[in-house]
């Protein structure tokens, strides 16, 4: 059975659910020429570069570019380390490795430094999948293990299940088929209960490969019809592309060619739209492999040889390896055995491992033929003398080879020994490591419980006392107000004494910051209308002065989050606002939330004269304090930029996993 590379890698952006998935392009760059030089503005050229990841790479690279180099000008790091990421993700689909390397260290060094787990767990998961697609498969194994366990620390579950998923895709590239197709039955199951559509269709391209290699057709046929209506269906290119390429591998190990080389032309044909070079190279060379088969040379050697010349453009070693065995059996079976000769040592080069006796003996056959071609004459004239030389020089190599093995077998076995010792140190400290790590979150988790009843108490005091003002107070003073109004009616003349006048003002007032205080209690548009409203009324009341103007943009907003989390970030934001108009001397300020189906961003800044973070980290701010409560209460991370004479920057990312 023919030998294809399985290389679909989930690429995470920094956000599980990308905020092009559910943004126009065009409606985003539109907003770019009202934003000023500032974090917003690279948070939006980071939104408009993952708009465009999917259709326009090139165009996607230009906008992340100018992202970064803002984000250095304006000293706003995660907008750096962001935007870093995110260009290293996109070399690695351009081939681009050294360009990779180089800004996915950059985005490494800048998230180690806010030491945001989830976003370290991305990078390990970039490192794995430049590592699969240059062939350093237990380099990417490794990666791709840390980035798990590294997600499922932040209790990132959907992350998680992508980074396993590529773990199932190295061991079927290593041939570990049995277990790729068990903890791919597991991972569908997985992504099946969460309805995630992009990992069912992943989960079936892997099992459909695997299942092919342990030639269990029926099996894999059973999941065919479902992964094409996928593939059909999807907004995702590339995924669609390595579905029909593994229905494809599936016939060709039926050996129906045919079949086989129009789902591979139909993956070749959506890999060259979204400018992937690595997929485009493997599928060049599978469609070079059934022209071979069928007879069909000419086409087979221009197919192959596309397929070279991108791989060695984008320095693809895993599929210069295949291509070049292709080719050697293509040049062999049209008796060009020099070339044949050569593409078979390419491959041997290309290869980590020692070559097998299959290939041996192939390789000298090669040879051999293309000897004989050359010299037939003088190899006859000294055959008989190559044979009793050989058999002399065989024999004493027989004999070195023999105190070589017995050499060789003794250091193996001390270096076992040696191996398992340190194995057994390695282990014990492992177990130690783990042990505190679960005590440190059991901690954690006591910490969050207590927190999370404390929140849950102020809360519903809040709501008590608010509708305890509203109807007890409140109602008091609407009959007092009734009453008061009436005593013109009963005594006319007392309209004519001031105090009637001034009382009857007080009694209004009092009436009006009654409702006042409790709207902010427990505000009934929050309630009613939901948390973007809520934070749109929020402003306008804070913006009622002439001293301090505040925005509000809300995007993805329109469905609801849970009422305990959009009363929990309503309360952040109104502390945020409230730290504005006491302490900044802002004019300005700016409310921005955005809302996908698994993350929400809010970023809350200011121009006001701004302050040293260190000195103010040192002393401890109730309401600061209060805010990183809620925030952790939401397992979420804050994050405050603010420089003096400028203003201040405060992002907040809250993680909303659907339960």
Not at 218 to 244: C, H, M, V, W
Not at 469 to 490: C, I, K, P, Q
Request: with cysteine; hydrophobic share 40%; charged share 25%.
């Amino acid at each position: 059975m023919a030998r294809f590379i399985r290389f679909v890698l989930f690429a995470l952006a920094l956000y599980s659910t990308p905020a092009h998935a559910q943004s126009d392009p065009d409606q985003l760059e539109s907003q770019l020429k009202d934003k000023k030089e500032d974090s917003s503005k690279v948070n939006l050229l980071i939104d408009i570069g993952n708009a465009y990841a999917n259709t326009d790479l090139p165009k996607s690279i230009v906008f992340l570019q100018q992202a970064y180099t803002l984000a250095q000008k304006v000293k706003f790091d995660y907008g750096a380390a962001r935007s870093a990421y995110l260009l290293g993700i996109s070399y690695v689909d351009e081939g681009k490795y050294p360009l990779a390397d180089s800004f996915i260290r950059i985005a490494e060094r800048g998230f180690e430094k806010k030491n945001i787990v989830r976003d370290l767990a991305k990078v390990q998961n970039a490192w794995g999948s430049m590592n699969f697609k240059q062939g350093n498969y237990w380099a990417a194994s490794s990666n791709f293990s840390k980035s798990a366990e590294l997600f499922d620390q932040a209790k990132d579950t959907s992350s998680s299940l992508l980074a396993y998923q590529n773990l199932v895709a190295v061991l079927g590239v290593t041939k570990n088929y049995e277990k790729a197709v068990a903890q791919g039955k597991k991972v569908l199951a997985l992504v099946e209960l969460r309805k995630d559509t992009i990992g069912i269709g992943f989960a079936l391209q892997g099992l459909i490969t695997d299942l092919a290699y342990l030639r269990k057709y029926d099996e894999a046929f059973s999941y065919i019809k479902r992964a094409l209506d996928f593939a059909n269906t999807t907004s995702q290119p590339g995924l669609a592309a390595e579905i029909y390429s593994a229905v494809g591998g599936y016939y060709f190990a039926r050996e129906n060619y045919a079949n086989a080389r129009n789902y591979f032309q139909t993956a070749l044909d959506k890999a060259e739209k979204i400018g992937d070079p690595f997929q485009v190279a493997n599928h060049h060379n599978s469609i070079g492999k059934c022209y071979y088969l069928t007879g069909d040379f000419g086409k087979a050697r221009e197919h192959l040889t596309k397929g070279m010349e991108l791989a060695k453009k984008h320095n693809n070693r895993v599929a210069i390896k295949n291509l070049s065995l292709s080719l050697s059996s293509l040049y062999d079976s049209t008796r060009d055995y020099h070339k044949a000769y050569t593409h078979l040592l390419d491959h041997s080069l290309m290869n980590d491992s020692i070559l097998n006796s299959e290939i041996r003996n192939y390789t000298s056959n090669l040879e051999v033929q293309y000897e004989t071609n050359k010299k037939e004459n003088e190899i006859l004239r000294l055959q008989q003398v190559e044979t009793d030389k050989n058999y002399q020089i065989n024999r004493r190599n027989m004999t070195i080879l023999a105190a070589a093995g017995l050499i060789l077998a003794l250091l193996i076995m001390f270096y076992l020994a040696r191996r398992n010792f340190r194995n057994k140190q390695k282990l014990e400290k492992e177990r130690s490591a783990l042990l505190e790590e679960r005590l440190k979150i059991m901690e954690k988790e006591k910490q969050i419980s207590s927190l999370q009843s404390m929140v849950n108490g102020q809360e519903t005091e809040r709501t008590r006392v608010a509708r305890d003002l509203h109807d007890g107070v409140g109602g008091l003073l609407s009959t007092v107000r009734m009453y008061y109004s009436s005593l013109h009616h009963e005594t006319p003349s007392v309209k004519e004494n001031p105090l009637y006048t001034k009382t009857g003002e007080l009694i209004n007032n009092a009436a009006e910051e009654l409702r006042k205080v409790a709207h902010n209690m427990m505000p009934e548009v929050l309630m009613k209308m939901g948390l973007a409203q809520a934070l749109k009324d929020l402003c306008n009341n804070v913006s009622a002065g002439k001293d301090l103007q505040v925005k509000f943009e809300g995007y993805g907003m329109a469905q609801r989050l849970e009422g305990s989390t959009e009363i929990m970030l309503f309360r952040i934001v109104q502390e945020l606002c409230n730290n504005i108009v006491k302490h900044s001397g802002a004019t300005e300020a700016l409310v921005q939330i955005n809302q996908d189906s698994e993350r929400l961003s809010l970023v809350v800044e200011d121009n006001g004269k701004g302050f040293d973070t260190e000195q103010v980290s040192g002393r401890r701010s109730m309401g600061m304090e209060t805010i990183k409560s809620r925030v952790s209460y939401l397992h979420g991370h804050v994050s405050i930029d603010s420089q003096a004479g400028i203003g201040t920057t405060v992002t907040i990312e809250i993680p909303l996993v659907a339960g």
